[in-house]
Every structure is written in C-alpha cells, then in structure tokens.
C-alpha cells in the first residue's frame, strides 16, 4: 500500500497552519480559531474543506512546540510569528537578534526568557501567561 499523505504543520502569522497534501488542492487549514473561524486542522489530523481530504497531520513534537511559541512570542508583530519545519529554536533566537528583538529582562523578576544551548529552558510566568497556548518549559 502506498504511503498516505500527511499534512505538514507549521507556523505562520501567529497561528498553527497545514496546507493540504492532495496535488492541486490549494487549501490550507488552521488549528483553532481565527477570524472567528474554526480551523480545521488539530493535533488529531486534518480535514479539507475543499477537497474533503481526511488524514495525519505532521506537528513538532510539544516540547518544541513549546520552545518555539516562547521565542516567537518575543516578536512584536503577528505577522512575523512565523516557523518552517526545519528551522530550529537557535534559527529563530538568530532571527530575533537580527532584527533587534533581544530577551529583555524584567524588573526585579528575573529573566523573560531562559536560553541554553539553543534551547528555551524557562519563560518567566507573564511571557508563558501572553502564549496562545499553555507553556510547560522547564516542568
């Protein structure tokens, strides 16, 4: 049996994001909701409201999930919250600097955000409080 396509998530514009696998559907799904839409897209696998393609949907694993949504967060603008499968937490943190977006520190509460050999190991409580989903680094 050949392999079965699979959706492969990414990130964009502060939202989690698949574009459907079949050869010429041009649709994309998201997780969630957004513009008071519901996506279509969940951890369980994807579903295409335009061609009607069900199946797997390929996420990064939570912790990763975790760690990128912790540096993307640091990112003023929506529109710049953006991840492609393969780019790595360091990838992003080099993004960041690049573009003069640092990891601030907070008044007499520590760090904002805790990095270690390319990894985020802990997000001050106010950072993990603004993610759009629940933050678990470092637990």
Do not use: F, K
């Not at 994001?17 to 969630?32: I, M, Q």
């Not at 919250?81 to 520190?105: F, K, S």
Request: with cysteine; proline share 9%.
């Amino acid at each position: 049996m050949p392999d079965q396509p699979c959706a492969i998530v990414r990130y964009e514009w502060g939202r989690w994001v698949a574009d459907c696998p079949v050869a010429d559907c041009w649709n994309a799904e998201h997780a969630g909701l957004w513009q008071g839409a519901v996506g279509m897209l969940t951890r369980d696998g994807m579903a295409c409201r335009e061609c009607g393609w069900q199946g797997a949907a390929l996420w990064p694993a939570p912790e990763l999930a975790e760690q990128l949504l912790a540096v993307l967060a640091l990112r003023p603008m929506p529109s710049t919250r953006n991840w492609l499968p393969g780019e790595t937490v360091a990838d992003l943190l080099l993004q960041n600097t690049q573009h003069g977006i640092g990891v601030p520190e907070l008044d007499g509460d520590g760090v904002l955000l805790m990095v270690a050999d390319g990894r985020v190991v802990d997000v001050h409580p106010a950072l993990a409080a603004a993610s759009p989903v629940p933050l678990a680094i470092g637990a």
